[in-house]
Nanobody, 125 residues
Framework: QLVESGGGLVQPGGSLRLSCAAS????????IGWFRQGPGKEREGVSC????????TYAGSAKGRFTISVDNAKNTVYLQMNSLKPEDTGVYSC????????????????????WGQGTPVTVSS
């Protein structure tokens, strides 16, 4: 099971840190990705990390502003989001898969094994 938290309302330019806590399994062999779905938009990949070697992948919209990290001791993945923009608004979900690697996460997300329920992020003044 994956459980996200940390979403909320933030002003443009603000920051949030999202958490994705895993239970019932350990993340250390998984790739874990963050996705978002804005109002009236399709789901899109934001970032991905391989827990085994900490290799990271970012969507162009996230590069330089978002940072993904994993704490294997806490079995939790984080997404630090800075310089938030209104277009970052959406429901953010994490997903984990034992087989699919990060380079395929954004295109093959429909095949990912485990998903959380999502946490809403609203960027508005």
């Amino acid at each position: 099971q994956l459980v996200e938290s940390g979403g909320g309302l933030v002003q443009p330019g603000g920051s949030l840190r999202l958490s994705c806590a895993a239970s019932g399994f350990t993340l250390d062999r998984y790739a874990i990705g963050w996705f978002r779905q804005g109002p009236g938009k399709e789901r899109e990949g934001v970032s991905c990390i391989s827990s085994s070697d900490n290799t990271t992948t970012y969507a162009g919209s996230a590069k330089g502003r978002f940072t993904i990290s994993v704490d294997n001791a806490k079995n939790t993945v984080y997404l630090q989001m800075n310089s938030l923009k209104p277009e970052d608004t959406g429901v953010y979900s994490c997903a984990a898969d034992l087989i699919i690697e990060c380079e395929y996460y954004f295109t093959d997300y429909m095949y990912l094994e485990l998903w959380g329920q999502g946490t809403p992020v609203t960027v508005s003044s």
